[in-house]
């Protein structure tokens, strides 16, 4: 049976993006690795930039998928200039479609759409190859770390010690590394939004402190 889909617009609204998080955690269900953005990446985009930036910047990045019943099943977000897929795995078939409308509209005067694919995730890889989407590289290692071993403790440098910001407390000096990391100009407005995702928690931005 063909299920029916349909495409709308993002509004920005809490429940929109609620269920944003909640098709990520199902898909995480269907596979250890990776299969769409991982929870901290969506969390990051909303609430780093909720106090920098006006509601289009966020309307203007999302564009979503609903199936018959208003059940959302795939998105397109846009980081910088980077278009990801996220997509419920029942829905992959739709992945021709969501390209179609990002080449469609989100290409730009450069005609370029830019997007990524797991290593792991060759049906996307081939369908991507089959449009005509050049492989540009390795950009990203992702690691999974296994709670249930036993990992030797770290050896750091005379002097040198782990902390959390919890215990520090120095958000002048961890917004500092982040801006001297990235070449950026992040301020206390962007930790402020940042810090205040669901997800986040002093006690587990750790920190190393010389």
């Known amino acids: 049976m063909t299920r029916q889909v349909y495409d709308c617009d993002y509004t ?32 990051n985009w909303n609430h780093a930039s909720r106090f920098l930036e006006p509601l289009e910047y966020f309307t203007s990045r999302v564009h ?40 469609q509209h989100w290409a730009g005067d450069k005609a370029r759409i ?24 390795v950009v990203e290692d992702v690691r999974i770390y296994d709670l249930d071993k036993t990992y030797p403790e770290p050896v750091l440098p005379l002097e040198f010690y782990i ?5 520090n407390g120095d958000q002048a000096g961890r917004i ?5 990391i990235w070449q950026a100009h992040l301020d206390e407005a962007w930790f402020r939004g940042k810090s205040s995702a669901p997800h986040y928690s002093f006690d587990w931005d750790l920190v190393i402190v010389s």
Do not use: C
């Not at 998928?65 to 992959?92: K, M």
């Not at 902390?163 to 215990?167: D, F, H, K, P, R």
């Not at 500092?176 to 001297?180: G, H, V, Y």
């Open 64 to 103: 979503l998928w609903r199936n018959d019943t208003g059940e959302l099943v795939s998105f397109l977000i846009r980081d910088y200039d980077t278009t990801h897929l996220q997509v419920h795995p029942a829905y992959r078939f739709l992945e021709a479609s969501m390209l179609d409308w990002a080449e």
């Open 114 to 137: 830019q997007t990524l694919a797991y290593d792991h995730d060759t049906e996307r890889q081939t369908r991507l190859a089959r449009r005509g989407y050049q492989d540009l590289g």
């Open 12 to 43: 920005h609204s809490q429940a929109e993006f609620e269920e944003m998080l909640e098709l990520l955690v199902n898909s995480y269900a269907t596979s250890t690795k990776p299969f769409n953005w991982r929870l901290a990446m969506l969390e």
């Open 163 to 167: 902390t959390t910001l919890q215990e």
């Open 176 to 180: 500092a590394l982040e801006n001297a």
